[in-house]
């Protein structure tokens, strides 16, 4: 079984930070051992929105009148090397809706506990 590292892009969230404005979306990543692709997007996925942070960014979206969505914005494949010992964000990198022309302008902040 090969395995598998992914970029996953949230938008059409509504998430309160620390230092800042709300931002809107969110781009994060993860690995995961799988048969192909398709079962390690459809793995990612699953697991990705049942991880306690993601539920909460979730609701709070929900909650603000949102309708946030998660996808997959690239997948491929890695080493076991590189799965087990390779490096990769296990945190949100944030972006606030841009004033100019609705695209997101990344920023990294902290989330509001």
Known sequence: MPFYQ??????GFHIECDDG?????????????????????????ERFLRE????HLMEQAREAGCSPMVETHDLFPITLKHYLFG????????????????EGVFQVGSLKS
């Open 52 to 55: 306690k942070k993601v539920v």
């Open 6 to 11: 992914n970029i996953l892009h949230g938008h």
């Open 21 to 45: 404005p709300v931002c809107v979306g969110f781009f994060t990543g993860r690995k995961v051992y799988a048969a192909d692709a398709r079962q390690a997007e459809r793995r990612l996925r």
């Open 87 to 102: 490096k990769y964000p296990k945190g949100f990198i944030l972006y606030p809706e841009s004033e100019t022309d609705g």
